[in-house]
């Protein structure tokens, strides 16, 4: 069991960065992927960025590559997506989400359905 708690979202102004948290408790941190998706009105939820455990893989969504970052600190059971450069198409509440699957296909890692474990979500909300 993983029990993941977001942070760090909020109304920043375009152009500008946010720094999401989400830490996690629980057992065996460092073998779980953990994936950042994000979800915007009326639409489906989304990959973002992932990053596996213990050789720090990461993946991107293609919209996000050279802007945002994704790292942990499988010492403090943490994983953070620095976000630079924000657009007003990035707002959306973000979750991050852990999975055990020992995968590098990027098809699984970024698979909503690959996810045991979900966060509550944080509002990322960028004005133009």
């Known amino acids: 069991q993983v029990q993941l708690v977001e942070s760090g979202g909020g109304l920043v102004q375009a152009g500008g960065s946010l720094r999401l948290s989400c830490a996690a408790s629980?057992?065996?941190?460092?073998?779980?992927?953990i994936g950042w998706f994000r979800q915007a009105p009326g639409k489906e939820r989304e990959f973002v960025a992932a990053?596996?455990?213990?050789?720090?893989?990461?993946y991107y969504e293609d919209s996000v590559k050279g802007r945002f970052t994704i790292s942990r600190d499988n010492t403090k059971d943490i994983v953070f997506l620095q976000m630079n450069s924000l657009q007003p198409e990035d707002t959306a509440v973000y979750f991050c989400?852990?999975?055990?699957?020992?995968?590098?296909?990027?098809?699984?890692?970024?698979?909503?359905?690959?996810?045991?474990?979900w966060g509550q979500g944080t509002q990322v909300t960028v004005s133009s």
């Open positions: 629980g057992r065996s941190f460092s073998a779980y992927v």
């Open positions: 990053i596996t455990g213990r050789r720090t893989n990461t």
């Open positions: 989400a852990a999975t055990d699957l020992n995968s590098h296909s990027t098809v699984v890692i970024e698979s909503t359905s690959s996810y045991d474990y």
